[in-house]
């Protein structure tokens, strides 16, 4: 999983990219520059099994986290030098950077300029490809790809109207015809409000500040200060711990966020276990057995016969299989069984 990280310049989208890779990368009014990092996903569940497996290796989900050149901030009135968004088409959710550490800072604002700017991106890539499935309609009378045109024409039409293609009620077949088109405005978001760390005793009253930007599917936020995550991303565990404990801090902030920007996308983990590797495969929401097993080898998939399925809080009590099979927490799945998120698979199969 790839998601992008865009902001105005000097939003403190390096601060936070910094936080999230504990890199070290300039920050400033660089906005130009582009990183790239890919990150762990945070799950003690994982750890845990590790120990219970005594596995030799342990192996997170992963992430990877792509900061862009900064947008110029001149949304409908720009020229059109977007640079970045031809990276960003090619990531599967944005992380949408707003400053709210400055005294003067106009977050509200400076998020309409950036949907602005992507509005404006989509715009100049529809006005290409209307023109050209058109024209080859016509020449060639390909009229299967009609319902494709049709639908080009209604997300033209309703940026037109300065507002996002999401806003449009796309079914799953008509978001598989236009997949290739990478709109900006049609993916997943999640918007970050970077805050000074005298902010911070108010992260749940900021939270619910923002709450109407949240849409399920759509859009989600996040409050975190990007500054005193990269402080903490630099320290050592003991260091990060007492620093935890002098800022009155449960948890980094940080960790939260990017198991936000995980399930953003309707990701889900299930875990493998043995004394050789304990690993978390991800998949997204309502993936089969068999498909999640080619998750695991494309072989597991071809040959799949069953799936011996424990869930990850009968595997903490029960602790191995024998346990789990005595108590009849272990449960033989077939090929139409929904994988849910924390299950604990070994798979069966035949080649």
Known sequence: MKLGII?????????????????????????????????????????????????????????????????TGKGKNASGDLGSAHDLRLVD???????????????????????????LADMMLLENNVDKLERTIQLTGRRERARELELLKSCRAILNEERPISDLDLSEADRKTIRGYAFLTLKPQLVAFNISEDKIPRR???????????KEGVRDIAVISGKIEMELAQLDDDERAVFLEEMNIEQPAVDRFIQKAYHLLGLISFFTTGPPETRAWTIRKGTSAPKAAGAVHTDFERGFIKAEVASYDDYIVYENLSALKAAAKLHLEGKEYIVCDGDVILFRFNL
Do not use: W
């Open 204 to 214: 749940r009253e900021i939270f619910e500040q923002f709450d109407t930007f949240k």
């Open 93 to 119: 959710a944005l992380v949408i950077v707003v400053d709210y550490f400055r005294a003067d800072a106009k977050p509200e604002h400076d998020l309409q300029v950036l949907l602005d700017e992507m509005i």
């Open 7 to 71: 902001g105005l310049p000097q939003s403190g989208k390096t601060t936070l990219f910094n936080a999230l890779s504990g890199q070290e990368m300039a920050v400033g009014d660089y906005s130009r520059a582009e990183h790239k990092a890919v990150i762990k996903v945070p799950d003690d569940r994982v750890d845990r099994l590790s120990n219970l497996s005594q596995s030799k290796k342990m192996t997170h989900a992963e992430i990877e986290f792509l900061e862009t050149a900064a947008f």
